[in-house]
């Protein structure tokens, strides 16, 4: 027996070691896990028990339009590039864009409709043609006093453009009688929600059935408003460097028409780009 042990034990003492071995990494493996999980983490967003934008109240005691307000912001709360842009671009162009708003009789939180659409990006463009800040096609656009030809664009004009919208805003306002419904009818057209109002016997947004974009067009607004007007509560910390603020520049009138704007550009010394 003795000679039992004798002959065991190293085989013993290698699963010992097999073991604390092992543990180690576990313990190793599980604390990397906890790590993540503390900067990761994970979690419902919790919705306000009240909500209004635009004057206008969103009930979202109502379980469809809670759940819906919840998608929209879950999706923007955890995609976070897309909001760090957003947060770092906001101050470049809030109190202008609040300003033409309430100077058209607009409420100002239809900056969060150009949010929206744009991210505050006054240069983007999408496949279907759209473009600039408020993302006008360009019928529509000329329709709103927009130019928009192969020499000059004003979509992408920040004053101009949010004018426009603001004017095609207002009148959307002024055929359906609600801030909401305007917006959507800045989604899907004015013809359209005017259509869809009388085919439901609805002038209520909340209240109606639309197609996939417009049904999430409002809720992503009222989402972009809660994130952007208190990121902290949503796990965003931008500290005041890293944000970016509005750059100088000069305005110029030109009496004549110009043959080529990047050697314009040069003389003025500037580059195409900035242009």
Do not use: C
Request: charged share 25%; no cysteine; aromatic share 12%.
């Amino acid at each position: 027996m003795v000679n039992g042990i004798r002959r065991h034990w190293p085989l013993a003492v290698g699963f010992f070691a097999i073991g604390l071995i092992l543990g180690s990494r576990s313990d190793a493996l599980m604390e990397a896990i906890g790590r993540i999980a503390t900067t990761n983490e994970t979690v419902v967003v919790p919705l306000p028990q009240k909500l209004e934008v635009f004057g206008e109240s969103i009930p979202v005691n109502d379980a469809d339009i809670a759940e819906a307000l919840s998608r929209e912001l879950h999706a923007n709360t955890y995609w976070h590039s897309n909001t760090l842009l957003m947060l770092q671009r906001r101050p470049r162009w809030e109190d202008r864009v609040r300003g033409w708003l309430r100077e058209e009789g607009v409420p100002e939180e239809f900056i969060y409709l150009l949010a929206a659409e744009s991210g505050f990006q006054p240069t983007a463009f999408s496949p279907s043609g759209a473009a600039g800040f408020w993302q006008f096609m360009p019928a529509t656009a000329r329709e709103h006093g927009l130019r928009v030809d192969t020499q000059i664009d004003e979509r992408y004009h920040a004053e101009k453009a949010t004018r426009a919208a603001a004017r095609y805003l207002k009148n959307a306002y002024a055929k359906t009688g609600s801030w909401f419904l305007a917006a959507a009818a800045y989604n899907m057209g004015l013809t359209g929600v005017l259509r869809q109002m009388e085919r439901q016997g609805e002038r209520n947004y909340f209240r109606m059935t639309w197609n996939e974009e417009t049904g999430r067009y409002a809720f992503r607004i009222a989402a972009l408003k809660l994130l952007l007007e208190h990121p902290e509560h949503y796990g965003y910390h931008v500290r005041p460097e890293e944000l970016w603020r509005e750059e100088p520049g000069r305005r110029m009138t030109l009496d004549s028409s110009v043959a080529h704007w990047g050697r314009w550009a040069q003389r003025e010394g500037v580059s195409y780009r900035e242009l």
